[in-house]
């Protein structure tokens, strides 16, 4: 799981959105908020995304976009334990 | 048929250890700083043996197997895989014996047993490896500006 912290200053308590896209332009979440102190952590499956932008919405104002890359590195390790008997 | 292939079996796992002189002594080992600490058993006292895990360069797995055998007696080194069967065995006389066992096909090891059998005194030490892999998977993320 990669963890996000999304936080929004939204001093006059309007209506924003939050979106969240893959590379592929994929919509992978969409919701509608008016928090005036917007905090939410989004917990997304690593899968095989190397690409993840959030949009936050307010219809005023520009989006603000955040676009982040993601890599992943796997490897195997193995752990060698000796015990005498 | 049975025998021959039990034949080849004995070859092919005989086939699986190859073994290393060691060049240092017995002592020197034994003070050795960190060596094989991590995967580490009893101690070089005497009278005892001990097996260390070794980190390879190459991503192997070599041991490293002690015994202070003060008596000079002879004693057998047998090593056993998970299943009980037995992959290499050997008799020596070394007072200090110090030898690196590699073994040949890492991808197949999950438990390694060790037994230092001496034969006059027909005491034993018996040693359990265990490894266990685990997938780690570093994640970066990053911002684009």
Same mark, same amino acid.
């Given at each position: 799981? %990669?963890?996000?912290?999304?936080?929004?200053?939204?001093?006059?308590? !309007?209506?924003?959105?939050? %979106? /969240?896209?893959?590379?592929?332009?994929?919509?992978?979440?969409? !919701?509608?908020?008016?928090?005036?102190?917007?905090?939410?952590?989004? $917990?997304?499956?690593?899968? =095989?995304?190397? $690409?993840?932008?959030? %949009? %936050?919405?307010?219809?005023?104002?520009? =989006? /603000?976009?955040?676009?982040?890359?993601? !890599? /992943?590195?796997?490897?195997?390790?193995?752990? /060698?334990?000796? $015990?005498?008997? | 048929?049975?025998? *021959?292939?039990?034949?080849?079996?004995?070859?092919? &796992?005989? +086939?699986?250890?190859?073994?290393?002189?060691?060049?240092? +002594?017995?002592?020197?080992?034994?003070?050795?700083?960190?060596?094989?600490?991590?995967?580490?058993?009893?101690?070089?006292?005497?009278? *005892? @043996?001990?097996?260390?895990?070794? *980190? #390879?360069?190459?991503?192997?797995?070599?041991?490293?197997?002690?015994?202070?055998?003060?008596?000079?007696?002879?004693?057998?080194?047998?090593?056993?895989?998970?299943?009980? #069967?037995?992959?290499?065995?050997?008799?020596?006389?070394?007072?200090?014996?110090?030898?690196?066992?590699?073994? @040949?096909?890492?991808?197949?090891?999950?438990?390694? *047993?060790?037994?230092?059998?001496?034969?006059? #005194?027909?005491?034993?030490?018996?040693?359990?490896? #265990?490894?266990? +892999?685990?997938?780690?998977?570093?994640?970066?993320?990053?911002? &684009?500006?």
């Amino acid at each position: 799981m %990669i963890v996000f912290n999304v936080s929004y200053a939204n001093s006059d308590g !309007n209506k924003f959105q939050v %979106i /969240v896209k893959d590379q592929d332009g994929t919509q992978l979440y969409q !919701n509608i908020f008016s928090d005036k102190v917007f905090y939410k952590q989004f $917990r997304l499956p690593r899968a =095989d995304r190397d $690409r993840l932008v959030f %949009i %936050i919405r307010n219809g005023r104002e520009a =989006d /603000v976009v955040k676009t982040f890359e993601v !890599n /992943v590195n796997s490897r195997m390790t193995q752990e /060698v334990s000796v $015990r005498k008997f | 048929m049975k025998s *021959t292939i039990a034949n080849i079996r004995k070859v092919v &796992v005989f +086939s699986l250890f190859t073994f290393t002189l060691a060049g240092t +002594s017995l002592v020197s080992r034994a003070n050795n700083g960190n060596e094989g600490k991590k995967g580490s058993a009893g101690s070089t006292n005497a009278n *005892t @043996a001990d097996v260390k895990y070794i *980190t #390879d360069k190459d991503g192997g797995y070599l041991f490293n197997v002690v015994y202070n055998n003060i008596s000079n007696s002879r004693f057998s080194v047998v090593i056993l895989d998970a299943n009980g #069967d037995q992959l290499f065995q050997s008799h020596y006389s070394d007072k200090q014996f110090n030898r690196k066992f590699k073994l @040949a096909q890492p991808e197949e090891f999950g438990r390694l *047993t060790f037994i230092i059998r001496n034969l006059a #005194d027909n005491t034993v030490q018996r040693f359990e490896v #265990d490894a266990n +892999s685990r997938l780690v998977e570093d994640i970066e993320v990053k911002e &684009v500006k």
